[in-house]
């Protein structure tokens, strides 16, 4: 009985301590850590390599295959691409001490993976991750000298890309060239070695997913170049087309800050759809923009944030990860559904950590909802439901 006892008060002891290491961690984050688990077949990961030089002619890639159950009956299954916006790691090696990256680092026990540790499981989850990557991986000098901000991270820090299921950038912004050619060359290289698709202005990447081809080109909007992009684009989407199955363009456009798209971005995104194009992805604004669901075919305007290392404090840290689904069939290839996994772009609330992490509440999963809705008046064809689970 005496022993009975003993046991029931170590019980009782180990409750109240678990309730206390609980309290304390919902008075530090406003938000869960805890990994959002999608509704998703899982799939093996995929293989990938970078596309080759010159626009249009990349080297071929393997294709990697799906397990037998993936694949109906009728030979049709579906494939999971996820979209993220922004991703700038790193620092300014012009300034002396720790950048607010390293900092962090520092503060995780320097497991570089933590940036992606509330998202791997989604990542893993799905058959292809593409992000707008806002740096370089370098050791190259600073080339923009006279930039107020440049970034760079050591080109082993690749590894936040491939440990976190990333397998494909977008290479084409206003940051790329920080660090010169040279410091680009280094960047491109790097991510070949790691198997990371990337794709820029003047060459296509591909990545394939069992026998779907799928091309991805990249441009910025920047120093007036929207009327030569009027004339490049459907030229570029319409070959694309000719020889892959998919066609995604991810544009770096727009004015930072700003909630929805101008009239430039409007034209330029749905005239890359009337080219041929899938889906269109954009970035650069720091801020989510609507959806359009043009043609059937979706432009995501502006994805806002995914990892973002240039500010510690930023004043909107709300995001969004976009995912689209497709029905593969032997002879088509159809847009299935989309959903949105609206998430701070931090795992705290008092500072930016970097970590993007999923929301769990529904009042903020609903804050960013509306933000969308509200921001969608005046866009003709903005969709009018953002759903969180497939539907």
């Known amino acids: 009985m005496i022993n009975l006892l003993k046991k029931m008060k170590l019980l009782l002891l180990l409750i109240v301590l ?3 290491l609980v309290t304390a961690a919902q008075a530090d984050e406003e938000i869960s850590i805890t990994q959002l688990a999608p509704n998703l077949t899982a799939t093996p990961e995929p293989v990938s390599e970078s596309a080759g030089e ?53 503060k995780q026990g320097n497991d570089l993976n933590f940036l992606t540790r509330n998202v791997k499981e989604i990542f893993e989850n799905d058959n ?27 080109p082993e820090y ?28 280094e960047t491109k290289a790097t991510l070949d070695a790691a198997g990371i698709v990337w794709s820029d202005a003047k060459n296509m990447g591909v990545f394939k997913i069992h026998n779907v081809s799928i091309a991805m080109l990249s441009y910025q909007t920047f120093d007036g170049r929207y009327p030569t992009l009027f004339e490049q684009v459907p030229r570029d989407v319409a070959a694309a087309k000719a020889e892959h199955d998919l066609v995604i363009v991810s544009y770096h456009w727009g004015a930072e800050l700003d909630y929805k798209p101008n009239d430039n971005q409007i034209k330029l995104g749905r005239l890359t759809i009337d080219s ?54 032997p002879n088509s290839i159809e847009t299935d559904a989309f959903r949105i996994i609206p998430s701070r772009i931090s795992s705290r609330t008092d500072y930016n950590d970097f970590a993007l992490t999923p929301f769990t509440d529904q009042r903020l999963i609903d804050n960013v909802i509306n933000m969308l809705l509200s921001n969608s008046k005046g866009l003709e064809y903005a969709v009018t439901h953002y759903p969180v689970d497939w539907e």
Do not use: W
Request: net charge neutral; aromatic share 10%.
């Open 18 to 20: 678990l309730s206390c």
């Open 276 to 329: 041929g194009a899938d889906l269109v992805l954009g970035h650069h604004s720091h801020r989510i923009n609507p959806i359009e669901c043009y043609k059937g075919k979706y432009i995501v305007y502006s994805l806002g944030n995914f990892s973002f290392a240039g500010n510690n404090k930023p004043s909107d840290m709300s995001t969004f990860l976009f995912q689209i689904r497709y029905t593969v069939r």
């Open 54 to 106: 010159g626009v249009l002619a990349p080297i071929a890639t393997p294709t990697p295959t799906l397990s037998p159950e993936q694949v109906f009956k009728d030979g049709s299954f579906k494939i999971v691409i996820t979209a993220a916006g922004d991703m700038t790691i790193g620092g300014d090696v012009r300034k002396r001490g720790d950048s607010i990256f390293v900092k962090e680092l520092k």
């Open 158 to 185: 690749v590894s936040i890309l491939k440990d976190g299921s990333i397998e494909a950038v977008a290479l084409e912004n206003n940051h790329v060239m920080d660090h010169g050619e040279a410091g680009l060359n």
């Open 128 to 154: 292809m991750t593409i992000v707008n990557f806002e740096s370089t991986l370098t050791t190259a000098p600073v080339y923009k000298k006279n930039n107020q901000f440049v970034f760079s991270a050591p």
